[in-house]
């Protein structure tokens, strides 16, 4: 279902958005602002969200962006949503961890200290070795004239 074709009342609705959020939590950002505002401090509602689909951590309160447990859940399901937890979870360890070895990407969005660490960078490496693989088969096919 997709929210942003619906009429307003339906996007304030709470069971409708909430059945939406079920097929896809991202479907919240067409939810009502009130709504945003009520499901984003909801801990049930934003664990539920962010173990389907990590990046919904976006639409958590400050102190849920806080909170390890959500932060680890959201994390596994997608690493990027590093970026959305509070500055004190980018800096630990688990959690960097943990989101490196579900995106290497996410590695950007950790602290400074834990850019450095080997185990986090190793944890990283796969999914950069495999950007820098297919960078690397994009060249060569450019340069061959594979393209042409």
């Known amino acids: 279902m997709n929210l942003y074709f619906c009429a307003k009342a339906l996007r304030a609705d ?14 919240l ?4 602002a009130a709504l945003r505002r009520e499901f984003g401090a909801d801990r049930a509602v934003m664990l539920a969200a962010c173990q389907k689909s990590g990046t919904a ?20 399901s997608d690493g990027n949503a590093l970026q959305f937890a509070a500055k ?18 996410a590695l ?22 495999r950007y820098v693989a297919e960078a690397a088969i ?3 096919k450019i340069y061959s004239g594979a393209n042409e």
Not at 88 to 104: D, E, T
Not at 109 to 129: C, G, N, Q, T
């Open 14 to 27: 709470r069971e409708v958005v909430l059945a939406a959020m079920a097929h896809n939590p991202l479907a």
């Open 88 to 105: 004190a979870l980018q800096s630990n360890r688990q959690i960097v961890l943990a989101a490196c070895q579900s995106k290497g990407g």
């Open 29 to 32: 950002s067409a939810g009502s």
């Open 138 to 140: 994009a060249d060569a």
């Open 57 to 76: 951590l976006r639409y958590a309160t400050e102190d849920l962006r806080a909170d390890k447990e959500l932060v680890l859940a959201a994390v596994t």
């Open 108 to 129: 950007q969005f950790a602290s400074a200290h834990l850019r450095e660490d080997f185990d986090v960078s190793m944890a990283a490496r796969p999914a950069i070795d």
